[in-house]
């Protein structure tokens, strides 16, 4: 197989117009799926358990007479099952995303002013949220433990896990992962249907708050169109990693970097910025030579061609700016002073600092959570993290001093905008006082 991907430089005068086709990537599932996906919404809806079932046996090709048959018990028992040294790692993982949560956790707070006035907000944490795990294609029990255990550690009061099966195929890893990261419940179905039974909720599958994790087209789609029923975490895209690099890692590393991301899908996005061609140019050769012995070879080839590059820069300070632009999921800067590098650019969603710092660490087990905003999204878009899994209100406590001066002033606002019994309702306080 010989690789293939695109070179770039930003010396050529048609640069901003390749860059700006290599990023492009148009997310919108055909109307095809939003009709497919608005009939099994509306369905689950209004039949619950009877509809859940049909899709399920439908699209996962099961033959199941009993919804709860759904419903997978004994967790614990999996856990017990799997290999030790795999089951050390998973609770070493969701040793360490537990331990980086734990410092995410916000506090309720109140103060009082000069007047007596007690202002503040209370943090509570979300009473129940679901969990999809993809499944079908792999096994992700790393997706289980960056979804749960963020929300255990915020205080949710239940965690719903939903997770297909096709012909009924359990993957014992994913529900070992479950029982590790303190999962209450945990149900075998997929897709939209999935979506509906979290969000409407069915005499078997109660309903959420909020709905996290990623899945296919179909997923996305229903989480879009369920949204405002209840809270999602985001719409994820396909996974990128743009990698910053001086020419003084070994290529081989940054090669395999660029792999890690390209197996994912063929859709994935893989950059490499460097200043000097003949870097580039030995980057090129490890990809050459590194992508035979890849099990998904044909994959990452695929996802290089369609969206990868390896770029020319003309410096370190532009390859950040351009970073600023792309807004990457991941980020590696690899190079000699990364915190320097790392202080003028302002948008990705993790960045792994040094040239010891490889991406899958991230996915897996350093800590910080690996579900990042994607296609650009890190410009305004935050990790999921434990404040996903926490709600804010407002505490306002008002005693006499307070209402007088207050009062005036939302008298006059609300006068301004027209709002009579606004006005009427603070000048109240002060005109009849208690």
Not at 52 to 76: K, M, W
Not at 159 to 188: K, N, Y
Not at 385 to 395: E, H, M, N, P
């Amino acid at each position: 197989m010989s690789a293939r991907i695109a070179r770039l430089s930003t010396v050529e005068p048609d640069f901003d117009a390749r860059l700006s086709a290599l990023l492009a990537y148009d997310e919108e599932s055909s109307a095809n799926v939003h009709d497919t996906v608005r009939e099994i919404l509306r369905a689950v809806r209004l039949e619950g358990d009877v509809a859940l079932l049909r899709y399920t046996n439908q699209f996962d090709r099961r033959q199941e007479t009993d919804v709860a048959a759904l419903e997978i018990t004994g967790l614990a028992a999996y856990a017990e099952a799997i290999d030790p040294a795999l089951r050390h790692a998973l609770e070493e993982a969701a040793a360490g995303i537990r331990d980086y949560h734990a410092r995410q956790v916000q506090a309720s707070w109140e103060y009082v002013d000069g007047e007596g006035t007690t202002l503040g907000q209370k943090v509570t944490p979300l009473d129940r949220a679901g969990i999809y795990v993809p499944g079908g294609k792999a096994a992700y029990p790393s997706s289980v433990l960056m979804n749960a255990i963020p929300a255990k550690v915020a205080g949710v009061g239940e965690i719903i896990m939903v997770v297909p099966a096709p012909q009924g195929h359990l993957e014992p890893v994913v529900l070992a992962a479950a029982h590790i990261a303190g999962v209450d419940r945990v149900f075998s179905i997929g897709g939209a249907q999935a979506v509906a039974a979290l969000a409407y909720g069915t005499a078997l599958v109660p309903a959420v708050d909020k709905i996290v994790g990623p899945g296919n087209i179909y997923v996305a789609t229903a989480k879009s169109m369920v949204f405002g029923k209840v809270g999602i975490d985001m719409i994820a895209g396909p996974s990128e990693i743009l990698v910053i690099c001086d020419g003084a890692t070994d290529p081989d590393w940054v090669a395999m970097d660029l792999f890690s991301q390209a197996e994912h899908d063929e859709q994935a996005q893989a950059i490499l910025l460097a200043p000097g061609a003949d870097y580039l140019d030995r980057v090129a050769a490890s990809i050459e030579r590194l992508l035979p012995q890849m099990s998904r070879a044909s994959i990452i080839d695929t996802a290089l061609a369609t969206r990868g590059a390896l770029i020319e820069v003309r410096s370190l300070e532009e390859a950040a700016a351009l970073a600023n632009r792309i807004a990457p999921e991941h980020l590696e800067l690899s190079v000699a002073d990364p915190r320097a590098l790392m202080a003028k650019i302002r948008h990705a969603g993790a960045f792994f600092l040094g040239r010891y710092a490889a991406e899958p660490l991230g996915d897996y087990c350093a800590g910080p959570n690996h579900v990042l905003p994607t296609a650009g999204t890190a410009r305004f878009s935050s990790p999921l993290g434990v404040y996903d899994f926490q709600k804010r209100s407002s505490i306002i406590e008002v005693g006499v001093a307070g209402a007088a001066r207050l009062g005036r002033v939302a008298s006059a606002l609300a006068r301004a905008e027209g709002l009579t019994a606004h006005a009427r309702s603070a000048e109240l306080r002060n005109e009849k006082p208690a």
